[in-house]
């Protein structure tokens, strides 16, 4: 079992950075895949970043690359997302998602509010 806790969410202007973090509870973390999603006003859930257990790889969905960075330290048991030059359609509920075999865990999510 895997308790996931996200932070670093609040408003921001357009242009702006906000990191987020997800701490994780379990001595497992570090086998763990982690992701970032989000869910905006009215739309679906979409991927937002991905990092393999190690952080040897990571993934991005094509509106966030060459502005967003996923990363871990998995002796703070913690994943972090780097956002930067922010846009208003960056606005979302952004949740961490832990993954390991079939065994998916979710956080409650941070609100991320981006003003133009």
């Known amino acids: 079992q895997v308790q996931l806790v996200e932070s670093g969410g609040g408003l921001v202007q357009a242009g702006g950075s906000l990191r987020l973090s997800c701490a994780a509870s379990?001595?497992?973390?570090?086998?763990?895949?982690m992701g970032w999603f989000r869910r905006a006003p009215g739309k679906e859930r979409e991927f937002v970043a991905a990092?393999?257990?190690?952080?040897?790889?990571?993934y991005y969905a094509d509106s966030v690359k060459g502005r967003f960075t996923i990363f871990r330290d998995n002796a703070k048991n913690t994943v972090y997302l780097q956002m930067n030059s922010l846009k208003p359609e960056d606005t979302a509920m952004y949740y961490c998602?832990?993954?390991?075999?079939?065994?998916?865990?979710w956080g409650q999510g941070t609100q991320v509010t981006v003003s133009s």
């Open positions: 379990g001595r497992t973390f570090s086998s763990y895949a």
């Open positions: 990092i393999t257990w190690s952080g040897g790889s990571t």
């Open positions: 998602k832990a993954a390991y075999g079939p065994s998916r865990y």
